[in-house]
T-cell receptor
Framework: DQQVKQNSPSLSVQEGRISILNCDYTNSMFDYFLWYKKYPAEGPTFLIS?????DKNEDGRFTVFLNKSAKHLSLHIVPSQPGDSAVYFC???????????????FGKGTHLIIQP | DSGVTQTPKHLITATGQRVTLRCSPRSGDLSVYWYQQSLDQGLQFLIQ???????AKGNILERFSAQQFPDLHSELNLSSLELGDSALYFC???????????FGQGTRLTVV
């Protein structure tokens, strides 16, 4: 059962417009969320994160919004640039009962294509 | 460059064999994670080490094992390899567990 879901395998956006990537999660124990960007033949690169005590975090052109009641987060990229074309992974983590920590749980990714 | 080094970059081996993948974390990072990315799959968490101790286990097969050494580098051992083990194996490291993890470029394993 996928605990982190990215329902759009791909998204095409015109250069200069806003890109919105969505992510849903099912595990209410998740309390920290991250977005990673991945180019072909490279490892994922950390982009931005948000803790469950916040509902918004901004870093330059990138903003992540968290809606805890809906168990939904989104990544907004404004304005979109050609270099933003990549696969974007949503990831979540949390501290589970017993004090043990887990690695990140990733979604399957969304391939963002920025068209000139 | 993330600062996480994985070797080798590519590995081709036959079914039934055993291989070892190596990871050097970023300087100062105590936590190391291993992930597997199969075709059409997201990254699947395998195992995590923190300062030499196993901290969490994910979907790691019994044929796979890992360790983190005193110098903090880590090795992932895959044995009795099957065709389905062909995948990209990523190592990541972070200062603390479950904070921003930085990924290496991965080792592409092909089992023939």
């Amino acid at each position: 059962d996928q605990q982190v879901k990215q329902n759009s395998p791909s998204l095409s956006v015109q250069e200069g417009r806003i890109s919105i990537l969505n992510c849903d999660y099912t595990n209410s124990m998740f309390d920290y969320f991250l977005w990673y960007k991945k180019y072909p033949a490279e490892g994922p690169t950390f982009l931005i994160s948000i803790s469950s005590i916040k509902d918004k975090n901004e870093d330059g052109r990138f903003t992540v919004f968290l809606n805890k009641s809906a168990k939904h987060l989104s990544l907004h990229i404004v304005p979109s640039q050609p270099g933003d074309s990549a696969v974007y992974f949503c990831a979540a983590s949390g501290t589970y009962s017993g004090g043990g920590a887990d690695g990140l749980t990733f979604g399957k990714g969304t391939h963002l294509i920025i068209q000139p | 460059d993330s600062g996480v080094t994985q070797t080798p970059k590519h590995l081709i081996t036959a079914t039934g064999q055993r291989v070892t993948l190596r990871c050097s974390p970023r300087s100062g990072d105590l936590s190391v994670y291993w992930y597997q990315q199969s075709l059409d799959q997201g990254l699947q968490f395998l195992i995590q080490y923190y300062n030499g101790e196993e901290r969490a286990k994910g979907n790691i097969l019994e044929r796979f094992s890992a360790q983190q050494f005193p110098d903090l580098h880590s090795e992932l051992n895959l044995s009795s390899l099957e065709l389905g083990d062909s995948a990209l194996y990523f190592c990541a490291s972070s200062v603390l567990p479950n904070t921003e993890a930085f990924f290496g470029q991965g080792t592409r394993l092909t089992v023939v």
